[in-house]
Every structure is written in C-alpha cells, then in structure tokens.
C-alpha cells in the first residue's frame, strides 16, 4: 500500500528504463476507499474547505496518569 502519486511516479520511472511488466491496475492496489477520494477531489476543486479544530489532546505524563489513577478511589 504506496502512496498513489509515489506509484505513478515510479510508474513512469521504470517506462523510461524500457521495462515492460508494469502492473497497472491502481484500482485494486488503492489504500484510499471511495470517500477518501471524493474528499480529496472535493479540496482540490475547492469546494471545500478543511476546518482546523481548536482542541487538542491533552498530555499526561506517567506520573500524572498514576496519580490520577490513586485518586481516584
């Protein structure tokens, strides 16, 4: 599972070194689903807009996580 365009690249990389066995059936090959896709089609053509979430993760150490887990009696 390679990324898409990393394939057509190499692709194009062995059609000048005059290999002749390339498989080129992307399709069956494709680690993106369908959904993948038309999200990604949909942020090239701009018709949409990726929304940046102001929250994040929050970040405990392992004494932290102890801690909490001792109190929590």
Known sequence: MTNPL??????NVVKKTGETN???SYERES??????????KK??????E???EKY???VLTLDEA????????
């Open 6 to 11: 990393a394939r057509v690249v190499m692709n």
């Open 31 to 40: 680690n993106l689903t369908s959904k993948d896709k038309e999200i990604i």
């Open 50 to 52: 990726v929304k940046e």
């Open 43 to 48: 942020l090239i053509n701009r018709e949409s």
């Open 66 to 73: 102890a801690d909490r887990v001792r109190n929590r009696k």
């Open 22 to 24: 390339v498989n080129t």
């Open 56 to 58: 994040t993760a929050t």
